[in-house]
């Protein structure tokens, strides 16, 4: 009897489990239709049939889409944007020599006591906007969560004056 149970619980495959697997989905299931080596990388075997290796395919005209050389030219980047980019740059270097010590942000209201953060001081302001005219959020800014309230709200009173602009077209 004991090799009986042994004999179906071997020969019969398990559906897989967890988060990704197929479980008791059903027929309509992803888990549906015969997978393994004989079905192929593309799916069931009845599905499409073997895909041929990537060398060989086709890499024609879509249709769907404009070659890259129709695409205008990038408008050229503003001094706040090539800043930026050095900056994201410099982050990639640092990032790739693990270990090295990352300089902690520091808000510059808390470092500076004597800053004020006033809708009228819009040079202060425009150092927490976007070039696009958005509010830059803490995590790039460094600002602390304290200090970022009061800020987002003289930003807004400031674009209700035409101090400041809602959009990059009101520059």
């Given at each position: 009897?004991?090799?009986?149970?042994?004999?179906?619980?071997?020969?019969?495959p398990k559906p897989p489990s967890g988060p990704r697997g197929g479980?008791?989905?059903?027929?309509?299931?992803?888990?549906?239709?015969?997978?393994?080596?004989?079905?192929?990388?593309?799916?069931p075997a009845g599905d499409r049939g073997p895909r041929p290796p990537?060398?060989?395919?086709?890499?024609?005209?879509?249709?769907?889409?404009?070659?890259?050389?129709?695409?205008?030219?990038?408008?050229?980047?503003?001094?706040?944007?090539?800043?930026?980019?050095?900056?994201?740059?410099?982050?990639?270097?640092?990032?790739?020599?693990?270990?090295?010590?990352?300089?902690?942000?520091?808000?510059?209201?808390?470092?500076?006591?004597?800053?004020?953060?006033?809708?009228?001081?819009?040079?202060?302001?425009?150092?927490?906007?976007?070039?696009?005219?958005?509010?830059?959020?803490?995590?790039?800014?460094?600002?602390?969560?304290?200090?970022?309230?009061?800020?987002?709200?003289?930003?807004?009173?400031?674009?209700?004056?035409?101090?400041?602009?809602?959009?990059?077209?009101?520059?």
């Amino acid at each position: 009897m004991s090799d009986e149970t042994n004999e179906t619980t071997e020969s019969a495959p398990k559906p897989p489990s967890g988060p990704r697997g197929g479980g008791d989905r059903g027929p309509s299931g992803p888990a549906a239709g015969p997978s393994g080596p004989a079905a192929g990388p593309s799916g069931p075997a009845g599905d499409r049939g073997p895909r041929p290796p990537r060398d060989d395919r086709d890499r024609g005209d879509r249709g769907d889409r404009p070659d890259r050389g129709d695409r205008p030219p990038r408008a050229p980047l503003t001094v706040k944007g090539r800043l930026r980019a050095a900056a994201r740059k410099k982050a990639r270097k640092q990032a790739k020599r693990k270990g090295m010590f990352q300089r902690r942000k520091v808000c510059r209201f808390c470092a500076d006591k004597n800053v004020t953060i006033s809708y009228k001081d819009v040079k202060t302001l425009r150092l927490f906007i976007t070039e696009t005219g958005k509010m830059t959020p803490r995590r790039i800014s460094g600002t602390c969560a304290k200090h970022q309230r009061p800020l987002a709200l003289e930003i807004k009173r400031a674009r209700q004056l035409a101090m400041l602009p809602y959009a990059p077209s009101h520059f």
